[in-house]
């Protein structure tokens, strides 16, 4: 008989405007986004976003990670999934974290839009909006059983098929692809963990780039097993 403990996400609403510093984005190229290989001026290019959904109740997320430090103000952004929101920069300027009260489940079609500033003497106007989307995986129920954990999520195919299971044994080390699972309607059952050990997991939506959208992924989690 399994014992089980079940986390449940709260939701939240939005719409949130901002400003930052930054430049070009690096997810594949798709119709409706920008190639985000370019360089916008002295501001360098962005290396990737992630779009984060929290476990546990805990807030989604947005990190945007920039290939070289930078300078909070060069560009304007936005999301449509947030009512209210924190940014944190790391220590060098080159992770930016948009937090808060993020719900990326708020909006039928999440999304992150930046407004980059042109820097050119002949051109003193705001460039087009890069739109980058997001998927929400938005993990409703986490149970704990003997020897394996059920992770109940959204946006799954009839087979469950599509999503990625990474573990650690902390958060801090490095996630490795976890290949025992089994992929249902529902979600997916993450099997052959020991009694009494204690793993770290997050789950990624594999065909972001197919999709026309940069990655999104769950925030890490923990489970012991009994």
Known sequence: MYNYTRHRIAAAASVL???IAG????????KGIVDLTTNYGASGAIASVVGITGVSGAADS???TFAEPMHPGSFGMGVNFAKAWTKTWNADNTVLTIGGDLDLS????PALIVYLMQTDADRKDISEPNIFKFLDINVKAIEV?????NVEYDHVSPTGKGYGVYMAKTKDTKFKAWGDVNYDAKGVQIKSLKSGETYWFYLEYLYYQRDGLVATRTAPFSVTMP
């Open 62 to 64: 947005v990190q945007v």
């Open 23 to 30: 430049s070009a984005f690096a997810a594949e190229p798709a």
């Open 145 to 149: 059983g003997n020897g394996q954990v």
């Open 17 to 19: 405007c901002m400003a």
């Open 106 to 109: 708020d909006a039928a079609k």
